[in-house]
């Protein structure tokens, strides 16, 4: 029933922010219980979660990207945003958004993932 959709660019250079948007149909963003996450996957490397924006706009971050990340949302448009600033080569991954229930460690709905490269 849901579905999560991300869009943004494809390549990005060094040193700039990268911002990708996921699109929600099929429910709410705003439906109590629920974390709107980012989760990316380097090649060749384990999936690696990002940060997430709760359904009462709280935000959480992976220490790893504490200083350089941001999570908003439109509800308007029931879409979450991600922006990653400074980016470098070790960014490149291909990047997920996904859905997971509160206190669950497991993700039920994830969007298909979009590739970006990071490169001169």
């Known amino acids: 029933q849901v579905q999560l959709q991300e869009s943004g660019p494809g390549l990005v250079k060094p040193s700039q922010t990268l911002v990708l948007t996921c699109s929600v149909s099929?429910?709410?963003?705003?439906?109590?219980?629920?974390?709107w996450s980012w989760v990316r996957q380097p090649p060749g490397k384990e999936l690696e979660w990002i940060g997430y924006?709760?359904?009462?706009?709280?935000?959480i971050y992976n220490p790893t990207f504490k200083n350089r990340t941001s999570v908003v949302r439109d509800t308007s448009k029931n879409q979450f945003t991600l922006q990653l600033n400074s980016v470098t080569p070790e960014d490149t991954a291909v990047y997920f958004c996904?859905?997971?229930?509160?206190?669950?460690?497991?993700?039920?709905?994830w969007g298909q993932g979009i590739q970006v490269t990071v490169s001169s």
């Open positions: 996904a859905r997971r229930m509160i206190r669950h460690y497991e993700y039920d709905y």
């Open positions: 099929g429910g709410q963003i705003t439906t109590n219980g629920f974390c």
């Open positions: 924006i709760s359904y009462s706009g709280t935000t």
